[in-house]
């Protein structure tokens, strides 16, 4: 089989893994804070959304890092 | 003498134009060259070398949006590219089984290379950039485009070296050992020569790129031209328009002009508003064009950073199309000072020819 098309398709399966991966992490975040809110668990739903307010910033700061020393 | 398939892209014209002066080069220096190509890039090289053989070659569509949703498209497009691409593979096996070639170059023809053959891609995106909400798939794209580079013996990057006077910013700059070791900096390849005329146009608008944002241009530019003093020429770019010239004032209106003519007019032009495509970008370093108000195309990745780039650099001003006022960013356009003095074609495909192509040639 044609070389390409093996490592291709094996990039390509890794690479929407990783997509389907994530979107169930979101999913699972969203279901935990409407379950911590409906369950009036204030405190663990705003944890949850402190916590998404960090890895935002962080997923933002890491991509700017990564413009400025040029990697990306 | 050898004999050198070449085969360009056919998204845009841009790849087929660039590879004109490599094919004039070869063909000079007595050596027979077959194009491989498909739509409109072959029709453009068969109309500006009507003597070579042609062997119709499909690439795969355009996987740009319409609109600002680009990577996730692309992304969804995907595996109908790789396919695509595998197929272009085995059909590069069948042509180079039916005739003998020294040398294929591919302009950026993902599957156009052969392990018996020596093969040389031609790209001055050895880097993707992309919006930075996507960074973690630009970091993604790097370990897959070395792995692409590595199936060629060579890259020709049509760009300065990384550096000062570079066209292409961060997506020439080599970014793997891969990369740096088959890079191969040419400088500017144009099709488009500079002629000895004088310059009576105050603008020439080329309207161009993927529909519907050609359309939508269209509709801005052609609303406000009016508002601009002096005399101009618009080439909507659009093949299926009568080529009848309208008159609108001071202003002319042609639907479609061959290479030849479109290349003439921009040689007239005072100030170029146009798209920032890499290949016009050349055009206009090549014609050393001062003057220049450039608009990407919304969606386009790469056209936004070249526009912001040379914002940034100070040699082009560049607006947004949704928000283009056109006589605010003329005026604007006015104050930048156009790329740097940089070698031109004629050189650079000398060179090009004596320190890399004749040492698969000769």
Known sequence: ?72 | MAHVLVSPLNWGLGHAARDIPVIRTLLDHGHEVTIAACGNALAVLRQEFPQLPFIEYPDYPVPFSSGHLFVPKFCASMPFMLAAVTREHATLDTILERDHYDLVISDNRLGVFSSKVPSIFVSHQLHYHLPLLYWPAELLAIPANMYLHEQYTRIIVPDNPPGPLSLAGKLSRPQTDVARDRAYFSGVLSGTRQMACTQDLDYLVIISGPEPQRTILERIILARIGELDGKGVVLLGSPQGKPVPVKRGNWTCIPYVPTNIKAELMNRAKCVICRSGYTTLMELAELGKTQALLIPTPGQTEQEYLSWYYREKGWFYSEAQDRLDLPEDVAAARKYKGFPAMPKTEENTKRLYTELLAGYLE
């Not at chain 1, 690479?15 to 935990?32: K, M, P, T």
């Not at chain 1, 959304?49 to 990306?72: F, K, N, P, T, W």
């Open chain 1, 1 to 72: 089989m044609d070389e390409l098309l093996v490592s291709g398709t094996i990039a390509l399966v890794v690479f929407y893994a990783g997509i389907v991966l994530v979107a169930y992490g979101i999913v699972r975040v969203i279901l935990g804070i409407a379950g911590g809110f409906l369950a009036g668990n204030y405190l663990f739903t705003c944890g949850i959304l402190a916590g998404i307010a960090g890895a935002v910033i962080a997923y933002v700061l890491i991509g700017m890092l990564l413009r400025r020393i040029e990697i990306i």
